[in-house]
Nanobody, 124 residues
Framework: QVQLVESGGGLVQAGGSLRLSCAAS????????MGWFRQPPGKEREFVAT????????VYTDSVKGRFTISRDNAKNTVYLQMNSLKPEDTAVYYC?????????????????WGQGTQVTVSS
């Protein structure tokens, strides 16, 4: 059974940092893209960042460029999201996704597997 388990969420003040992790089990994703999405309160899920199979290519949504960094460790079957300079508008449930294509993938419909989500709350 394939599982993606996110961790690292929590409550932080504006300007602070958090590092999210997503550990996959049940199969390896070393040949597939991985990504992070988020769902703010009362809004639809949106793309945040994606990384290709090798870790050599990344794509970010404009609102997080320069503040968030996605990375992966294929040996650990894990993807990370380092979030710096957090803002209240970053408050959301953050989901990791894996599978599908090898290259950076921004569309949620192109991912095969999803985690259960981790809450990130940024206070002003």
């Amino acid at each position: 059974q394939v599982q993606l388990v996110e961790s690292g969420g929590g409550l932080v003040q504006a300007g602070g940092s958090l590092r999210l992790s997503c550990a996959a089990s049940g199969r390896t994703f070393s040949s597939h893209a991985m990504g992070w999405f988020r769902q703010p309160p009362g809004k639809e899920r949106e793309f945040v960042a994606t990384i290709d199979w090798s870790g050599g290519s990344t794509v970010y949504t404009d609102s997080v460029k320069g503040r968030f960094t996605i990375s992966r460790d294929n040996a650990k079957n894990t993807v990370y999201l380092q979030m710096n300079s957090l803002k209240p508008e970053d408050t959301a449930v953050y989901y990791c996704a894996a599978g599908g294509r090898a290259g950076p993938t921004v569309r949620d419909r192109n991912y095969d597997y999803w985690g259960q989500g981790t809450q990130v709350t940024v206070s002003s």
